[in-house]
């Protein structure tokens, strides 16, 4: 149970800016979300992290919403090598895996 | 700095062989996690192994073992393979991961086929 919801695949045109979102109703108040990205045939790669507060970082931003239940993860100009498939992942309370689920799988246009 | 190693790259086995993987942590790190990724599927928790313990385990049945060295390299253990545990195996490595904060850094992985 990944207990996060994200579209299977997106679209974006190169240099343009990508926001992905990823549903997680079901946050408790201490959980933190994750951001990784897969590229093709590599290992995940970590992006950024959050807690309540929007977050930045030379990779991306991470938009959390009041609530907590969503969060959005945006690049700001993608890039042909952004295309990968992006994994949101919310820490389970005392667990030290992180539960992947199938993620998106960003395609970049030239 | 070297980041995070595995061994082999590739690997083809026949069913009910054994396998061994190797996994040396990126520099300073001393917690190795496991994962196997099935073709187009998100990678899944295998185990976790802190200060030569595993501290953590996984949906996964008794045939997969792991051990932790005291240089912090790891290996993961497959007995009796089956058809099904043809997959793409990754390690992980962090510093002491804490709940909530910890980054874990992913090795290029090591393909398994079960013939």
């Known amino acids: 149970d990944a207990k996060t919801t994200q579209p299977n695949s997106m679209e974006s045109n190169e240099e343009e800016p990508v926001h992905l979102p990823c549903n997680h109703s079901?946050?408790?108040?201490?959980?933190?979300i994750h951001w990784y990205r897969q590229l093709p045939s590599q290992g995940p790669e970590y992006v950024i992290h959050?807690?309540?507060s929007n977050v930045n970082n030379r990779m991306a931003s991470l938009a959390i919403a009041e609530d907590r239940k969503s969060s959005t993860l945006i690049l700001h100009r993608a890039t042909l090598r952004d295309a990968a498939v992006y994994y949101c992942?919310?820490?389970?309370?005392?667990?030290?895996?992180?539960?992947f689920g199938k993620g998106t799988k960003l395609s970049v246009i030239p | 700095d070297a980041g995070v190693t595995q061994s082999p790259t590739h690997l083809i086995k026949t069913r009910g062989q054994q396998v061994t993987l190797r996994c040396s942590p990126k520099?300073?790190?001393?917690?190795v996690s496991w994962y196997q990724q099935a073709l187009g599927q998100g990678p899944q928790f295998i185990f976790q192994?802190?200060?030569?313990?595993?501290?953590q385990r996984g949906n996964f049945p008794d045939r997969f073992s792991g051990h932790q060295f005291p240089n912090y390299s790891s290996e993961l253990n497959v007995n009796a393979l089956l058809l099904g545990d043809s997959a793409l195996y990754l390690c992980?490595?962090?510093?002491?991961?804490?709940?909530?904060?910890?980054?874990?850094?992913f090795g290029p992985g090591t393909r398994l086929t079960v013939l």
């Open positions: 992980a490595s962090s510093l002491e991961v804490r709940w909530g904060t910890d980054t874990q850094y």
């Open positions: 992942i919310r820490d389970g309370a005392g667990s030290y895996q992180l539960t």
């Open positions: 079901t946050i408790s108040g201490t959980d933190y």
């Open positions: 192994y802190y200060e030569e313990e595993e501290r």
């Open positions: 959050g807690l309540t």
């Open positions: 520099s300073g790190h001393d917690t």
